[in-house]
């Protein structure tokens, strides 16, 4: 099948809104039900502003006329670093295919025009937030987990979470450290 990309602009208002209260449901897990109007008119507001200012680049993915996936990357800077010295940083977000269109390559093909644009702007820093589910897509195309950066969470609804799930990776990581011990040891042993 023959899809189509589009790069979205600012007639694309509606669209690029409602793929993100859908992103947003399917990641949050949430029911049609929950109240987005918030959420609605401050992701109306970003748009608004951001793709004029060309913060924001989104993508569009339609079977003819039919949407059916979408990603953007978000640009911001930084103090330059040794590793960024120019102090660029893009973000990449909203990352959604239907569900009918999944495992055919268009979110990959999605990520790397994407990538594409933060490249051709300079942009070599670019991370994400994935999900279980995007994860392995992130890691083929060759994002890493990083485990040197902190999120602040005491005005986090779900900080009680958030602990849990840390204490689940630390005793993941504590796990994979004693393997790394005791096959050291038997390797100490046999030498």
């Not at 399917?26 to 109240?35: F, G, R, V």
């Not at 924001?56 to 003819?64: F, S, T």
């Not at 051709?120 to 897509?137: F, K, Q, Y």
Request: contains cysteine; glycine residues 6%; charged residues 35%.
């Amino acid at each position: 099948m023959e899809y189509t990309w589009k790069r979205a602009e600012l007639k694309d208002l509606d669209e690029l809104v409602e793929t993100r209260i859908t992103v947003l449901r399917a990641a949050n897990k949430l029911s049609d039900d929950e109240d987005m109007d918030e959420v609605r008119r401050q992701t109306e507001k970003y748009y608004l502003k951001a793709l004029v200012c060309d913060e924001h680049i989104a993508y569009l993915v339609y079977d003819g006329d039919k949407f059916i996936g979408a990603g953007g990357v978000s640009f911001y800077e930084v103090m330059p670093t040794y590793h960024n010295p120019s102090g660029k940083k893009a973000y990449v977000m909203n990352m959604y295919t239907d569900p009918e269109y999944r495992r055919q390559g268009i979110a990959y093909k999605t990520l790397d025009k994407l990538v594409g644009e933060a490249n051709a702007l300079g942009v070599t820093a670019i991370s994400l937030e994935a999900t279980e589910a995007g994860r392995p897509l992130y890691e083929k195309y060759g994002f890493i987990k990083m485990n040197d950066e902190m999120e602040l969470v005491d005005n986090r609804i779900d900080k009680a979470i958030y602990e849990a799930e840390k204490e689940i990776e630390l005793g993941e990581e504590l796990m994979d450290l004693n393997e790394a011990i005791e096959n050291l040891d038997e390797k100490n042993e046999t030498e």
